[in-house]
């Protein structure tokens, strides 16, 4: 299979592509997951930032482009987070086709969709140029002006019924400064660290542990 390679904001992602996002631990350890293991539909709830968005989509990630961890370092690794929920491409192309005919707006699929963040000087949103950002897309077709809420809730039941989650990986979260050579610990003054990113993402990326705070 050839590599995957991001492609424009909008443009459907190819067949066989599995996606994951991450879901929040209280939402997937529910009594009826731990006893029966079925996921939650809550887990392809839309965010307020989801809907209020000019083509609401549901955050996912591609697994060949964006690593969980980085996902997770997006989040500032939080501890909220303790799943990552998997579905493929051709299973989300599955429930739209089962569901076409309730389609009042944008059919259930998955897009590419560039990641933007808000510019911490002027809360302005602009594109995130994070390397792990590519392999950002979303779900579009969960929004209100695309199903009815009886149809959306449909919709999300047979998604969670395909979806397999996975407990996030125990990673540790290092600090790496602007120029990117080496990773400390919350704090150090040898560099200024300032971009979180997940300890194993960092030596990947060839950045070497500092020597004066030792953070291995
Ligand atoms: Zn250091």
Same mark, same amino acid.
């Not at 290092?174 to 610990?185: K, T």
């Not at 919350?186 to 194993?200: D, N, Q, V, Y």
């Given at each position: 299979?050839?590599?995957?390679?991001?492609?424009?904001?909008?443009?459907?992602?190819?067949?066989?592509?599995?996606?994951?996002?991450?879901?929040?631990?209280?939402?997937?350890?529910?009594?009826?997951?731990?006893?029966?293991?079925?996921?939650?539909?809550?887990?392809?709830?839309?965010?307020?930032?989801?809907?209020? @968005?000019?083509?609401?989509?549901?955050?996912? $990630?591609?697994?060949?482009?964006?690593?969980?961890?980085?996902?997770?370092?997006?989040?500032?690794?939080? +501890?909220?987070?303790? $799943?990552?929920?998997?579905?493929?491409?051709? &299973?989300?192309?599955?429930?739209? +086709?089962?569901?076409?005919?309730?389609?009042?707006?944008?059919?259930?699929?998955?897009?590419?969709?560039?990641?933007?963040? &808000?510019?911490? &000087?002027?809360?302005?949103?602009?594109?995130?140029?994070?390397?792990?950002?590519?392999?950002? +897309?979303?779900?579009?077709?969960?929004?209100?002006?695309? $199903?009815?809420?009886?149809?959306?809730?449909?919709?999300?039941?047979?998604?969670?019924?395909?979806?397999?989650?996975?407990?996030?990986? +125990?990673?540790?979260?290092?600090?790496?400064?602007?120029?990117?050579?080496?990773?400390?610990?919350?704090?150090?003054?040898?560099?200024?660290? @300032?971009?979180?990113?997940?300890?194993?993402?960092?030596?990947?990326?060839?950045?070497?542990?500092?020597?004066?705070?030792?953070?291995?």
């Amino acid at each position: 299979m050839p590599r995957l390679r991001p492609g424009r904001d909008g443009e459907p992602l190819p067949a066989g592509v599995e996606v994951f996002r991450l879901a929040l631990g209280l939402m997937v350890e529910s009594k009826d997951f731990q006893q029966t293991g079925r996921v939650p539909r809550t887990v392809f709830d839309l965010s307020s930032g989801d809907k209020a @968005s000019s083509t609401p989509r549901l955050s996912v $990630y591609a697994s060949d482009l964006t690593r969980i961890a980085e996902a997770w370092a997006f989040l500032d690794l939080s +501890a909220k987070y303790g $799943y990552s929920v998997h579905i493929s491409t051709d &299973q989300v192309r599955t429930v739209g +086709a089962e569901m076409a005919g309730h389609c009042r707006g944008h059919q259930l699929v998955v897009e590419w969709e560039a990641k933007k963040i &808000q510019d911490p &000087q002027t809360g302005m949103e602009v594109l995130d140029e994070r390397p792990a950002a590519k392999g950002h +897309a979303g779900i579009a077709g969960l929004s209100e002006a695309d $199903y009815s809420s009886a149809a959306r809730k449909n919709i999300k039941r047979k998604l969670a019924a395909f979806a397999e989650v996975r407990p996030l990986p +125990a990673v540790s979260p290092v600090f790496v400064s602007r120029r990117g050579r080496r990773y400390h610990r919350r704090g150090c003054k040898a560099g200024r660290a @300032s971009i979180l990113m997940c300890r194993e993402s960092a030596r990947a990326r060839g950045i070497t542990p500092c020597r004066s705070c030792n953070p291995d």
